[in-house]
């Protein structure tokens, strides 16, 4: 039987600024680093290729050295080929003595956007079946750089979510869910293919608050629409009253407890209702109506809510219907489990529900475990005493 051939990139900066508010990882690694962050793009991998660890006798993992893929993949049993060892090719970039801190070291191992490309390239000569990667929206601008470049060959490609920001239709919905569908593919089940749209935004607007979006491109992705994420859709709520009927029900309802107030325009208006500062794309903790901090980190969460009740108010990323693990990485699974299932507030339009044309709502906390326990159905306030129940399920918990 041919053995199948997996492509495998692993941006191992990938999503460093989110736990720290950062809203990105470009050009702020170094930042993100020194504020505490830890790389978790190997993680998300690693959850991926757990689900295919059964088929790994198939498998033949082409791929870069070190935390670029082959590391894992040999800790994992795959058999692994490298194509790049870009630590040798980034050494005399950065000369480390005796005085740099170890963080200092991590950053000036890690792999640059060229490596990504230079992989990438030398990938389009192995006569893949599939390039799995992990990263979030600049990653895969680097693939499609080089993807597009080898047309007409349409190399399919599949994206790990393990970013900050995830605009583009290349990804899974959660790192298991892109093993899954990997797991099809190994079954020689049926798999068709379609093209998704390749986004990235304008990181430093962002920082500012502000959303600048751009297709950048197209690359050919299985067609299975349970388990790969649709394109977010940007802006604003338009309907006015609606997010003040919503933001004026959960102010009728607090009480002494801390609020952490997430990311995005829906929940944005809860803060404009009461007249406070916000951070549109971070997030914010209030107690008795008063901001108590500000543009928080996953960290700083952490120490203000000890031993203290919380409730937690978020809303869905429109188009794609995910709550958490989008842009808001802050809230790590510790934090969300200390609040409970029963202290999350979600927020949301029926017009953005009605959006999702009966796809439920998705988790990507990070920890797989915690998704499976998030899942059932969930109040959702859609107005002033107005809600809707509405499922939360991970499809791609169903499957092995």
């Given amino acids: 039987m041919k053995r199948f051939r997996l492509g495998l990139i692993i941006n191992p900066l990938a999503g460093l600024g989110g736990s720290v508010g950062l809203k990105g990882s470009d050009n702020v690694a170094q930042i993100a680093i020194e504020k505490g962050a830890e790389p978790k793009a190997g993680l998300r991998m690693q959850q991926a290729l757990a689900v295919i660890e059964p088929f790994k006798d198939q498998i033949d993992i082409i791929t870069a050295s070190g935390d670029m893929g082959q590391t894992l993949a040999v800790e994992m049993g795959f058999s692994a080929t490298c194509v790049h060892s870009y630590q040798e090719n980034n050494a005399s970039q950065h000369t480390l003595d005796s005085t740099d801190s170890a963080d200092s070291k991590i950053a000036a191992q890690s792999s640059t956007a060229q490596d990504t490309r230079t992989t990438a390239k030398a990938l389009m000569n192995e006569s893949l ?168 980190t996953a960290n700083q969460l952490l120490t203000l809510t000890a031993d203290k009740p919380t409730k937690l108010v978020i809303t869905l990323i429109g188009g794609q219907g995910h709550i958490l693990g989008r842009g808001n990485q802050q809230l790590s699974p510790e934090l969300i489990k200390r609040v409970g299932k029963d202290n999350i507030i979600i927020l949301a339009t029926k017009t953005k529900l009605k959006a999702l044309e009966g796809r439920p709502l998705i988790v990507d906390s990070g920890d797989p475990e915690l998704d499976s326990v998030l899942t059932g159905y969930y109040k959702i306030t859609t107005g002033y005493h107005d809600y809707v129940m509405y499922q939360v399920a991970n499809p791609d918990l169903s499957e092995s």
């Fill in 129 to 296: 079946d599939l390039l799995l990667f992990a990263g979030g929206d600049g990653t895969a601008r680097d693939i499609y750089a080089v993807v597009d470049d080898s047309l007409p060959t349409q190399l399919p490609v599949l994206g790990v979510p393990a970013g900050v920001k995830i605009h583009s239709g290349v990804y899974a919905i959660t790192p298991h869910a892109a093993g899954v569908v990997v797991s099809m593919l190994l079954k020689r089940e049926l798999v068709s293919l379609m093209t998704a749209d390749v986004m990235d935004i304008d990181e430093q607007a962002f920082r500012q608050g502000k959303v600048k979006a751009k297709r950048f491109g197209e690359m050919l992705v299985p067609a299975e629409p349970r388990y790969i994420q649709a394109v977010k859709m940007g802006g604003k709520e338009v309907d006015e009253l609606v997010l003040a009927d919503i933001a004026a029900d959960v102010i009728n309802q607090m009480e002494d407890e801390l609020y952490i107030i997430g990311s995005g325009s829906t929940v944005a208006a809860v803060m404009e209702e009461l007249h406070l500062d916000n951070t549109l794309l971070g997030v914010d903790v209030i107690q008795h109506q008063e901001v108590i901090a500000a543009d928080v």
